[in-house]
């Protein structure tokens, strides 16, 4: 009977087991598409030049951004950026102390490397002056680093305008001004 008990014993235990244990399938799910859109932000960007004359840098930007998808986006950028001067330097046939203000206009391709949130991007364009005593059109190249959240946007980046007037270091002028800056965004989808 010893043997029988311990049977019994164990089948109860095993059939109280299988009534309470409840089982649960895995819930499978076709992927769906991200959600492409229109989101935009507003910046505003502090820098350093990096070539004389100019020193500081400080602009307010507008960027139109369309998501291809969770990971890659393309971007239009535009603005107003002003390189300020140093009142003891000037380029010749420019008015001492006169700042370099100007529009750029950009597009670019911007592609999240990490968590969905860090990112690179390369953007493109021209850099209309508008100030006084400014010297026309530039090329205008950035590359960008920068981290985001679905409302914030923090970068650094490089700027280069190949065609606006600096002070080589022998005193002499050339082309070519660059400026290294940090932007501080909010951004909302559309």
């Known amino acids: 009977m010893k043997t029988t008990s311990k049977i019994k014993t164990v089948l109860l235990v095993a059939i109280a087991a299988l009534f309470s244990?409840?089982?649960t399938a895995q819930e499978t799910t076709a992927p769906s598409n991200y959600d492409q859109g229109f989101r935009?932000?507003?910046g505003l960007n502090a820098g350093y030049a990096t070539q004389d004359p100019?020193?500081?840098a400080l602009g307010g930007d507008v960027r139109l951004q369309y998501d291809l998808s969770k990971r890659y986006s393309l971007t239009m950028t535009t603005g107003y950026t002003n390189l300020f001067v140093s009142n003891s330097d000037a380029i010749p046939g420019?008015?001492?102390g006169k700042d370099l203000g100007f529009i750029p206009a950009k597009a670019g391709f911007k592609a999240f490397i990490w968590d969905d949130q860090f990112y690179v991007m390369g953007e493109a364009g021209a850099a209309f002056a508008v100030s006084h005593?400014?010297?026309g059109t530039s090329l205008l190249l950035a590359p960008t680093i920068g981290y985001a959240t679905k409302y914030v946007d923090i970068s650094?980046?490089?700027e280069h305008y190949s065609d606006f007037a600096k002070i080589n270091n022998n005193g002499s002028t050339g082309t070519g001004v660059g400026q290294v800056g940090v932007r501080l965004a909010y951004?909302?989808?559309?």
């Not at 951004?187 to 559309?190: A, H, P, V």
């Open 40 to 42: 935009l932000g507003v």
């Open 133 to 135: 005593g400014s010297n």
């Open 54 to 56: 100019y020193k500081l």
């Open 187 to 190: 951004g909302f989808k559309l």
């Open 21 to 23: 244990n409840t089982t």
């Open 94 to 96: 420019q008015v001492a």
């Open 156 to 158: 650094v980046h490089y």
